[in-house]
């Protein structure tokens, strides 16, 4: 029984989960805005809003937590400028979900999931 569990399985091991969900998150970050089911969109969600919140208390530790789902220090440094300006007084909520309708194949209900 998973009962008080968050965490979805997507139907993958946890290697793969967990390394579909970074690259997703790495894309998110990268273009501000991606198209994705709605059940992926709320685990990359909970993964992007605790990066920005550690992007927002910039520190050498942080960054390494924060490398620990990007690999990209220069996609790092601009996670970090864009919480320090863009999130200066939000105290979380960074990301919207826009569902956009079901997808044509199997009918799975897709999302629009972009930073504020």
Same mark, same amino acid.
């Given at each position: 029984?998973?009962?008080?569990?968050?965490?979805?399985?997507?139907?993958?091991?946890?290697?793969? @989960?967990?390394? /579909?969900?970074?690259?997703?998150?790495? =894309?998110?970050?990268?273009?501000?805005?991606?198209? !994705?089911?709605? %059940? &992926?969109?709320?685990?990359?969600?909970?993964?992007?809003?605790?990066?920005?919140?550690?992007?927002?208390?910039?520190?050498?530790?942080? @960054?390494?937590? /924060?490398?620990?789902?990007?690999?990209? =220090?220069?996609?790092?440094?601009?996670?970090?400028? !864009?919480?320090? %300006? &863009?999130?200066?007084?939000?105290?979380?909520?960074?990301?919207?979900?826009?569902?956009?309708?079901?997808?044509?194949?199997?009918?799975?209900?897709?999302?629009?999931?972009?930073?504020?």
């Amino acid at each position: 029984m998973r009962h008080k569990r968050k965490i979805k399985k997507l139907n993958k091991p946890t290697e793969g @989960r967990l390394a /579909m969900l970074y690259a997703q998150t790495t =894309a998110l970050f990268e273009h501000e805005k991606i198209k !994705m089911t709605v %059940t &992926r969109a709320k685990q990359v969600r909970r993964i992007s809003d605790r990066l920005i919140s550690k992007a927002k208390k910039d520190s050498v530790h942080n @960054r390494r937590m /924060m490398a620990r789902v990007i690999k990209d =220090a220069k996609l790092i440094g601009k996670i970090c400028e !864009m919480a320090k %300006t &863009r999130y200066e007084g939000r105290p979380g909520g960074y990301t919207r979900i826009t569902r956009i309708g079901l997808r044509r194949g199997d009918a799975t209900p897709m999302c629009v999931l972009e930073l504020v």
